[in-house]
């Protein structure tokens, strides 16, 4: 896309704490430095299709797909979405028969079961799709936009559901209950918070510009955690069924100390999660995660 200079893409999701991050750059609450920015707001799955083309150059991607656009992009040191202890969660509806005739014998693959169900997954390239993966190896599925999941599990399309974003919080008033979280169990595995989205920036941007850029989306993120309560009514524009209540404990469960730097930790668990994930077939890993300095 031709853009005047001084004129960047800017790509995330239309969720509260995409919004939230990026509030004080869309209403010019901060220096902006004499850039402007053209908000793409996009379902992940296409903002992962969008980094694998080169198109946007600043973008909210999955870590999963950075493996695939790391000739591209480098990693933004801020605007992580990390799980600790939590994150993308499996669901069932309550009383689903299928699920209520498993075989409960101990000594069997706890999760053998699952592998005879189709699952909604909102992406082959989200972060909680790599994460199943990890979990299952194998599996039935079908790929549902994010805010359709419930609606194809309660269609009968799909048996279970992997949720990503507010439906972590909603499940279980929408009528499901949780068979696993993913977050929880990869921090059981490994002890790092589970990687699931960043921010990056394209490799071609001069690296004074690129400086300027990390400091304006860290100022922006910054902004949002001193004004919490005018940042958090921004988002809740992009709050699906969710109070102020809700959407603020939503934004605080992905906007925390990682999202202002990812830091020794969240640096470990990205190179974590995707060796892994290189180590088991599912990736080729990046041979080096490279961050804007």
């Known amino acids: ?48 299709d969008k980094a694998r083309r080169g198109e946007l150059h600043i973008s909210a991607i999955s870590i999963h797909a950075y493996a695939y656009v790391a000739d591209k992009y480098d990693l933004l040191p801020c605007g992580a979405s990390m799980g600790d202890g939590y994150g993308p969660i499996l669901v069932k509806k309550i009383r689903n028969s299928k699920f209520e005739s498993r075989n409960s014998d101990q000594d069997t693959d706890p999760w053998e079961w699952l592998r005879d169900c189709v699952i909604a997954v909102p992406g082959e390239m989200t972060s909680a799709f790599l994460a199943l993966q990890l979990l299952l190896d194998k599996f039935k599925y079908v790929v549902v936009p994010f805010d359709q999941i419930f609606e194809a599990v309660r269609n009968q399309r799909a048996d279970a559901g992997l949720l990503i974003h507010e439906g972590q919080l909603t499940y279980s008033s929408s009528g499901f209950e949780k068979v696993i979280d993913l977050g ?23 690296s004074p510009v690129q400086k300027d850029l990390l400091e304006i989306i860290r100022e922006s993120i910054d902004y949002g955690l001193a004004h919490w309560d005018e940042a958090v009514q921004h988002a809740l524009a992009y709050a699906r069924d969710m109070d102020a209540r809700l959407t603020g404990r939503f934004i605080g469960m992905y906007v925390n100390q990682f999202t202002r730097d990812y830091g020794e930790i969240g640096r470990a668990a990205i190179r974590k999660f995707l060796q892994t994930a290189s180590d088991r077939g599912y990736i080729d890993a990046p041979r080096e995660i490279e961050f804007v300095q």
């Not at 750059?25 to 901060?30: D, G, L, N, V």
């Not at 929880?184 to 001069?206: A, C, H, Q, S, Y």
């Open 184 to 206: 929880e169990w990869w921090k059981n595995e490994t002890g790092l918070p589970l990687p699931l989205g960043g921010n990056v920036l394209r490799k071609d941007i001069p």
């Open 1 to 48: 896309m031709a853009l005047s200079h001084g004129a960047f893409t800017l790509g995330h999701s239309p969720d509260p704490d995409d919004a939230f991050m990026f509030y004080a750059i869309a209403e010019s609450k901060i220096d902006l430095r004499g850039y402007r920015f053209e908000h793409q707001l996009e379902d992940i799955q296409a903002l992962n």
